[in-house]
């Protein structure tokens, strides 16, 4: 069978195609089920065009007469691939989204190549490996680590006497973990402290304001994104 395959280049060539674009579109479904800007369209252009480059870089090294490595086209694969999986990083005050989506380009890059070179079993244990961590380490994440997003509470106060430790007990009973403090104060005496802290996914921030109401001297609560 291997035999035959080998005989017919346009075969084997249209196998190796056809598997990077397998994997580049069950890598693609699983980041557009997540909602995510990349989905199967992109990560299928990438891995096809990779195992076509991956393709000409292993028939080129077949010829003695090529000058120069034909191997390095593979090299540059995944050096451009990296402008790609830059623009999928965004920053959102103080969150940044896009690194796993990023870190997906390059490795379906990586599938894309393996396949135009013909290694069939690591493309796809690779894929598979890739396929159980992005579905069972979120799940781990999610019970052993807390998730959250980072914001900026603002606490607007009538005068300078500040009950701190009361505050701090607002933010524990909430699971809140503060970053840093900034104070603003303003000639006509408004005094303002901004908590850059880190907040529980389920939590409510109505609940959280109607706590600081509790706290005398406390004029305004505002949760927001920086």
Do not use: W
């Not at 380490?137 to 005068?159: W, Y």
């Amino acid at each position: 069978m291997v035999d035959f395959i080998v005989s017919h280049p346009f075969l084997d060539y249209s196998i190796r195609i056809f598997a990077a674009l397998l994997c580049g579109s069950i890598l693609g479904l699983e980041r557009k089920i997540r909602m995510h800007a990349v989905g199967i369209r992109t990560l299928v252009l990438i891995c096809i065009s990779s195992a076509l480059l991956s393709i000409i870089s292993v028939e080129l090294s077949k010829f003695g007469n090529i000058r120069g490595d034909p191997t390095r086209i593979a090299a540059g694969v995944i050096t451009g691939i990296g402008f790609v999986g830059g623009g999928t990083i965004i920053k959102e005050g103080f969150n940044i989204r896009g690194i796993t989506t990023a870190a997906v380009i390059f490795a379906d890059s990586g599938i894309g190549l393996t396949c135009g070179a013909a290694l069939y079993y690591p493309a796809f244990l690779t894929m598979a490996l890739i396929l159980i961590t992005l579905f069972v380490s979120e799940k781990i994440e999610h019970k052993l680590i807390p998730q959250g997003s980072t914001k900026v509470v603002s606490l607007e106060f009538t005068d300078e006497d500040i009950d701190e430790k009361q505050i701090e007990q607002v933010f524990k009973k909430n699971d809140i973990i503060i970053f840093d403090t900034d104070l603003e104060y303003s000639p006509d005496e408004k005094i303002v402290v901004s908590y850059i802290v880190k907040v529980p996914s389920k939590l409510d921030p109505l609940t959280l304001a109607k706590d600081f109401s509790g706290i005398p001297k406390i004029k305004n609560c505002k949760v927001s994104k920086k």
